[in-house]
């Protein structure tokens, strides 16, 4: 079974995930200590062993998406809330800065109060009792931790790069009214990844996890339960499943035409124009390119396809296996097929 | 009626065929593998079937993901050997049993198994190595075949239980056949094998060797076992041994193992053999 990893975004912690904890067995990320995104992300990948299903708020939803740029073998499935893929905005360094010298000055009830109205529901009085359980949790964390997770959101990668590449199972989830994070950049975020589902929570604003915990977490709870029966029980084994078989499908189909002498002749004399004739991601287009055999599983190909280049430019499966595998050919020959029972 | 004379469950790994092409069959790497199969070929050989019934899985060759049948039955004439993007192999075309293939069709929608039926069909390496490891290299096959071809590559894959029930379906039809026809019913694929993801390579000898001891005498425990089981048992690709499934389903409870054969690895995948015959006999 894979674990749920809810990770929180600014100043944030198990609280804001409570309407997903109390349906379904989870674990709450501690991004509280490093100093970038990609840091975080490396950080819980080695801190959470397994086959993870992630969901991210706000600054977690980018942790999510560096997560899978780095690790995507070891997502089942991806949720991100109130969040955007965007790197930094122009303008957004010297709004940040107020906020990091306010809360040194000032202090952190001082911040959550000129921070969190901006965060509820547009158009909606806060409900006085959230505001409070809000502002316990901005006071768990110090002046310094804010900056320090601040300006690992101001050096965020920009993730609009790697998201082509994540074919697994999405879910976008936002409140109708959150003026931080609004509807629409989670819109563009399912323009590169076809399979996502996107959910817009109503009388919900950025942080509709709280604003709405009973639907965010009957959502989150019900998303991941499907994703952990259906997820790839057998890690590193990229099943052919409905995902993988819509991603790869123009690379596969491309790999197969191959199979004739027109086909090989086509690609031998010239690739690019060949590949043309496809309607391949620049992603699938350029590790087919490289010859990137990982990459190539990863984007949707399937070996019984894919293996037909090799048909053209010979490399042998044992090399292909050592590629995927992250293994010069001699430890994977030595470490996976030394096992050697003749006769 | 026709006769079940055996059933065969073997590997089907393309590299088998490339070694026979190269004239590798002789080497030290590959001699070892290949005298194995040799019992088998001598029993069957004097045994002089007519037919042979070939579970296999096509490897995207005759079929793309355009089209995936779940369950396709070759009703041809001749099949050919398939170009898999090597160019074209120097093995003759297979004779098709087309009589008892189209009497199996009836059977199978009978049965409620609908396949897809298959006038014109290439076959690939699935279909084209089993009977090199069975007849050898002859100018023209011995044996007719009737293909039977299970979508083992895009999921949804079907479950190893229907596999099973598969075989006993086969089973009547060739019971029901009227003829005096020998029939051999060869599984085919396995074992251990993953080509795909970051544990590509993985084979399992000691699943392996527990299957080719087992599937006679003791097949329930893999008859009953889940698909996503034999994917960790045996790999991705190894999964596809529940193909031998509907060879051991077709025959009686009782087995006789007459031969087998282990060798890891083939290429990347642990390879072998298993013979089977029913223990009483019914000629």
Redesign the interface.
Known sequence: MPTLLLIPGLVSDAFVWHGVTARIPAVVADVSTQATITAMAQDLLARHPGRLILAGHSMGGRVAMEMARLAP?RLAGMALLNTGMHPRREGEEAKRQEKIDLAHKSGMVALAESWLPGMMAAGRTPDPALMADLTAMVCRFTPDIHERQLRALLSRPDAALSMPGWTGPLLLLTGAQDVWSPVAQHQDIAALCPQARLEVIDAAGHFAPVEQPDRVGAVIATWSAEIAAQAD??????????PR?NAG?AL??MA?A????EG?AAFAADEDAYLSRFALTPDQRAAVKARDW?AM?RLGG????I??IS??DPTP??A???A???MTLDD?LTT??G????? | MAELLAGLGTSHVP?IAAALDKGLRHTPEWA??FD?YTPAQDWIAAKKPDIAVVIFND???AF???RVPTLALGVAEEYHP??????PRPIPPFRGAADFAWHLADCMVEGHFDPLICRELDVDHGLQVPMELVFGRPAAWPVKVVPILINT???PVPTPQRMWELGKLLRKAIENWPTDEKIVVMGTGGLSH??????????N?AAD?AWIDEIGPAPDRWRDMAL?DY??TF???GAELIMWLVMRGCMDARVKTLHSH????A??TGAGMVLLENAVCSS
């Not at chain 2, 398939?82 to 160019?87: A, L, N, R």
């Open positions: 073998s029980r057998i890690p590193e084994t990229p099943l052919f499943d409905r078989a499908y596969n189909k197969m191959l199979s004739t002498p090989r990982e599983v399937n070996l019984f396809y293996l037909k048909a053209v499966i044992r292909i296996g050592a995927q595998a992250g994977f996976r097929l096992k050697v029972t003749n006769g | 590299s070892p593998f194995g490897h995207g060759n793309f993901l355009d398939i170009d898999e993007g090597w160019g590559i895009q999921y993953q080509l795909q993801g970051a544990r590509a390579g993985f084979i000898p060797r996503t994917v960790e790999g991705s690709e282990y060798f890891a690895p290429s990347m």
